[in-house]
């Protein structure tokens, strides 16, 4: 068996190569940035009033002056004005361009208006405050965003500033998901007493829904040529392949021979984890593919731990590992590397994993007291409270 660390290692050194295509830009959010993006012009592409106020010459209020006739108003959104005479001011609004022969802005809260004059009540007043200057955010052609990274809201607003109505983006890999077992039985249907409700395919589905990629699900019998075939089928038309069962040592689980009579070179069957021990990676003919253990907590692991972040880095994307801190003893004693079901909570400022371990792998119900797993290291047995620990979440906290 694999160490985690080495089974981690091969599968990242086994990354898909996204192509690019358009995306529309109120589309593009959770998508994979393809390209730098670079600025049209300057930012802000004029000197920009940031307050309500007046807008004045610095050189007559150093002068002594603090009572400044208004000679007029500017607006947002309206062409520069130009002051006459450098003892008056103009009123001004956030956002708009700084009147030419100005250069200093003074807020409302520092004035008192009255008969057409605007007399300034403090004396602390700096050249140049209160206004954001021409490029001082980045210059024409400057670098704003870099490509491949992932796309939020505040990406948006930077790639409608530069004009970007389409966005070039890197193209999830199309995948299939795929459950196996005759004793799985769709939602809709009621299971016989020999029966349970396939559950697997649904979940990674909603887990790859959360990332922006569409994945369709599928069942196959446990026959090994109906196996074999429908594998084929869905090699055709999938680029990865993620299979929930059929892995392990079973006189049913043809999954690994059949992927291996198909062309998909094993890179390894077997990792010294708890719980998912038996998942199997491989890859062949331009096909990924990840075979998982059926035991619902074994497939909810894996596809976190490992399947995530190998689409993640194969589009380019880097993560920042998260830790948290165990917030109570916790032993377990087989040498595999645990990954521990917990509910992490922020104390005095601290990430705090909190132990729920659940009945065992097949205790699916017991994610949904819990955000996330912490990985245990198998050279040990005994972990203390307080001990830092990776940690992989599927839910924000």
Not at 252 to 281: C, S, T, Y
């Amino acid at each position: 068996m694999a160490p985690v660390s080495q089974a981690t290692d091969i599968i990242l050194k086994n990354l898909c190569s996204p192509a690019n295509y358009a995306v529309p830009l109120e589309k593009c959010i959770g998508h994979v940035l393809g390209e730098p993006v670079f600025a049209d012009r300057d930012f802000p592409p004029f000197d920009r009033v940031s307050m309500d106020g007046i807008a004045i010459a610095f050189d007559a209020f150093k002068e002594g002056k603090n009572s400044f006739p208004i000679e007029g108003t500017q607006p947002a959104g309206v062409p520069q004005q130009s002051l006459t005479n450098p003892e008056n001011c103009f009123e001004v609004m956030t956002g708009a361009i700084l009147p030419k022969g100005t250069d200093t802005v003074i807020r409302y809260e520092d004035l008192k208006i009255g008969e057409g004059h605007a007399t300034i009540l403090i004396e602390d007043i700096v050249l140049g405050q209160n206004v954001h200057r021409r490029g001082t955010d980045v210059l024409k052609d400057g670098k704003v965003l870099d490509s491949s990274g992932l796309l939020s809201a505040a990406e948006v607003a930077v790639l409608a500033s530069v004009g970007k109505s389409s966005v070039v983006c890197k193209q999830f890999p199309s995948i299939a998901i795929i459950s196996t077992g005759d004793e799985l039985v769709s939602v809709d249907k009621i299971p016989e007493a020999h029966q349970i409700r396939s559950s697997n395919s649904l979940a990674i589905q909603a887990s790859l829904r959360a990332m922006n990629i569409a994945a369709t699900t599928f069942h196959i019998q446990d026959d090994q040529k109906i196996v074999e075939q429908e594998l084929l089928k869905l090699f055709k038309d999938f680029e990865v392949l993620i299979i929930s069962g059929g892995v392990s040592k079973g006189k049913f689980d043809f999954i690994p021979g059949a992927l291996e009579n198909l062309g998909i070179e094993k890179k390894f069957h077997g990792v010294k984890q708890r719980p998912g021990k038996p998942f199997w990676f491989g890859v062949g003919n331009g096909k990924t593919v990840f075979a998982l253990p059926g035991n619902p907590v074994s497939t909810y692991m894996c596809f976190y731990r490992y399947v995530k972040p190998w689409i993640l880095r194969s589009m380019g994307v880097s993560q920042l590992p998260m830790t948290a801190q165990l917030a109570s003893d916790f032993v377990f004693a087989p040498p595999l590397t645990y990954f521990l079901q917990v509910q992490v909570t922020i104390q005095n400022g601290k990430l705090m994993a909190i132990p729920d371990a659940g009945k065992g792998s097949g205790d699916f119900t017991n994610l949904s007291n819990v955000t996330g797993f912490l990985e245990l290291p198998e050279d040990r047995s005994d972990f203390s409270a307080g001990e830092v620990f990776p940690y992989f979440p599927f839910r924000a906290f």
